[in-house]
């Protein structure tokens, strides 16, 4: 309780910007708003742990999006949702008139007359997820300014082209948990490393979400990845001069050993080039089926070219007692493939770890959604610990 | 806050015949039901503009059946049940055991133990929607009258092979507001036209609604539409009756231009005619693909010579400033399709009517079900605005 | 009212071992726990039915995981979560990331951070089902062990390999309304009988099930079936023990007349032998299509040896009036197939006790979940009967 009160301090002196914004890339935000994020994670976790309900909304539709597959973000959003007082509402196109020719700035509005928040999805079709989201918040907002919409939805980002930051911001949560606050992490050697595994076509967003975020607290943030596996080039840059800025580095290597070496957090984790998925993405929209089973197979090729990219004991050794991370699934070698990211043993040993990482990505959307909605955070966050009401009665 | 008061007042005076009752055709209520329907719907769209909450259920089921694809539909019905407390559960055939064999009539009483309303779209399947939805409430009377289930789910047409109920009293939501008030409806050239659009197939229940409610409230109500895309001649007759009884009129025309010269209000939408649906209703039970394909060209083709009845410009220059409706999504020419429903300018021109003519629906089907469920509505609405509970906290 | 109290008193009384504990087999539960189970049925059933609201939950994830097809368990699920306050949220595997080789330690995990109870019905592999379901248990015991879960979501059990509890609790319920309380179940002859049906693969569970739990109240159980569908032989051996400790009996016979004669309650049902089950089983998991279709082609040709296996009138007048159960949907000769369980005479003269029947499985499922949550639930359902809260307001 003390613990909340002090963090609640903490949330008074930033400088939020918040309030009735979406939350589509990190680095988009400024850093009051992502501590303030964090914070929010942190105080409603406790909260849900000690039995408070957080229902801030009587009524209200949460809508999620997925144009792709998800058991994690899908339940984090539905949780978050759940947790404030919203009832989720799957927005499924297959079961939609986007067949009839529909557009997004319609179908934005059509399904927002009652929404509080859309949470979205979109990462298979690089350059492309991003502006489906921007889309979607600019119908929104034509529907909001000409009194369409009674409210305007907050669009959440839950995985596009270019960031993660449902991740990212849980990644972040973990860390700071870790090290014992976000100031300790100045000076800490952390590794966005690419892995080797059995299947291609992963999107880019886990690791440029990680990079872009990571390195706006001063530490040391190297991505590891063989020739090849480059990620978009604009979000290199922006590490770069983000890493400058906040009085760390951010550096590229293409040997994961000397990655390994002294890191403080490693996330060995596969994805796909920049290039694969454009090729990817033209096939797809053509449905070019075998054009697609040609582009895996030789992704599949260059891949197994990097085997010894996987997280052993061996690598891990080379660290400095890192924290293992990892969004999950992570294929795990012996386990659900004959060779994959990281061996079992290593897995085994952090699984924990991993389980907490996960545990805190409810919480960041549900703080998303609250700071977005909620003018006066800190007085709405008095209120509902002093009038204590029981999620469990 | 006037405004509802005196809405309220204008409510106490309507006999209602609506508690307990399913809302499956706008002509088998009366006048006082549907103007009391329109009443309440304005009043709960103000309530939510105003950030009252309407929960008037601590639990219970709303579920949905949606026989066909549905964005906007699907997401009203779901946020008025939100609204009003329910939770949506959606039954979805293909994960139920009606492949088993299991009769509607037992479904129905299956799924109804908690429910407290069915809303149900079949509109695929001519002469069976509005069947199968009196079905299903027959068999929740069956179940209700011997106290298998403790309350009787209301049925909600969300669209059937004949109506589409919760459609039209949208549209008339939006003519009323439009015109300011239901009472200025009285001579209004009201056109529901049929349009061109390169697809086939799309259910006539949108157009006999239309023609089904408005001829009840003394306007002139013209029906356009090319040779060969006659509506179901029990609606043509009812609306011809209905227009005579409210001092109105009802008139028939091949002519697009003569149905839009000096019209108030045009609806241009496109159909097929109840005959092809009967084919296709006859070779969609046997599976018939090879004559389905045929049957899609040949409408095809004759929708084809009719690509002159399109919502231009210059069609609307022959209006009285005419509004433009469209229960969306619209074929709108160069957009969506080559050629459509409507020239792009018609359509861009008109957006925010569309919009907000979508922006009823939600209300109206809140509107229907708290009728149904409340027995004394002025006093629960007088009660809701008295003790204000905020949507949002 | 004075029922409920006169209930409550006999709750009081009971020895429970239900709080925090998973409802996955009847006879793992002690008789006093399958007691309360009841009596916090039949009390929420009252309590729906005079209008009380039952939210234990302000907000609280109900998750359903189902691997195969389920109306009346799917709604019944959603109907108890949402009589006790929770939000169903479907695990679909064709949705989630399970086809990257997610292990289901690890999903049982990332869904439940928020989850008080998980719902599974895993019933088309024998030998697995079970089994799933106590992965998904350990899984979220060492989650919550771990402190990654602030709450430990309550396993149940929807259908497995082995069992029905939901089922066979409903079934139960229903006898013991039909004969005036669980005590004169002694000597009362109750058959569970195998049925002719012209399909196959139906699960065993429903007849285990019924032979598992009945055979615990001193009735005198019949299993009836033609040679060759076997049920487990561990729930036959179970049952043989549990009839001869209650001071019922326990017999198996090949003659349906004989086991119909003087019956008081009959329950004729189709199911495959486990043998049969086994094959397919295995068919199924090498995605053999061909062998799949033999096999069903030589069970319908043995089922079709016993035609005569028909609960008709004549079936019927060798009972003591006995009351006929099916857990729904019927295979009912002349109205949903040519020949099946049952003839449509003895259906329709008994549709109501079926559907009465069916009509306690949510509150069953209500009842395993809220004691399973609530530590003190004599104390519990005193405060929600005293402060009484309206369900529809």
Not at 120 to 142: L, M, P, S, T
Not at 209 to 233: K, N, Q
């Amino acid at each position: 309780m003390e613990i909340l009160l002090e963090k609640l301090k903490r949330l008074e002196k930033l400088n939020l910007q918040m309030f009735g914004k979406d939350f589509l890339l990190t680095w988009e935000k400024s850093i009051d708003d992502l501590k303030a994020t964090l914070l929010v994670t942190e105080i409603l976790k406790e909260m849900h742990k000690n039995n408070y309900s957080l229902k801030i909304f009587e009524s209200g539709l949460g809508i999620s999006i997925f144009r792709d597959q998800s058991t994690r973000t899908r339940f984090s959003f539905a949780s978050a949702c759940n947790f404030l007082g919203l009832s989720v509402q799957d927005f499924d196109e297959k079961k939609s008139q986007i067949a009839h020719g529909e557009t997004v700035r319609e179908t934005a509005n059509m399904i927002s007359f009652l929404a509080e928040v859309i949470g979205i999805r979109d990462d298979i079709f690089i350059g492309e997820g991003d502006k489906y989201q921007r889309n979607v918040a600019q119908a929104v907002q034509f529907g909001f300014e000409n009194k369409i919409l009674h409210q305007r939805p907050t669009v959440i980002n839950l995985q596009s082209d270019i960031d993660h930051p449902t991740q990212s911001m849980s990644d972040l949560a973990k860390i700071a948990d870790h090290f014992g606050g976000l100031s300790n992490l100045q000076g800490k050697k952390i590794v966005m490393s690419w892995a080797y595994s059995p299947s291609y076509g992963k999107p880019l967003s886990v690791a440029q979400g990680m990079i872009g975020l990571l390195s706006r607290f001063g530490a040391e943030v190297v991505l590891a990845h063989p020739d090849g596996y480059e990620l978009l080039p604009e979000v290199i840059e922006l590490a770069k001069n983000q890493a400058k800025e906040s009085g760390g580095s951010f550096q590229i290597t293409n040997d994961m050993k000397e990655a390994f070496t002294d890191a403080d957090v490693v996330c060995p984790k596969s994805w796909a080039s920049f290039k694969v998925m454009e090729q990817r993405r033209d096939l797809l929209h053509k449905n070019d089926e075998k054009g697609l089973n040609e582009l895996e197979q030789i992704c599949l090729q260059e891949n197994a070219q990097h085997l010894d990219w996987e997280c052993t004991e061996e690598m891990m050794n080379l660290t400095n007692n890192a924290l293992y991370m990892h969004p999950l699934p992570a294929d795990i070698s012996g386990v659900n493939c004959d060779r994959g990211e990281v061996s079992q043993t290593v897995f085994d040993k952090n699984i924990l770890h991993t389980y907490s990482q996960a545990s805190f990505k409810p919480f960041v959307i549900a703080a998303m959604i609250f700071l977005s909605k909620i003018d006066n955070p800190v007085a709405k966050l008095e209120e509902l610990l002093r009038n204590k009401i029981y999620r469990k009665k």
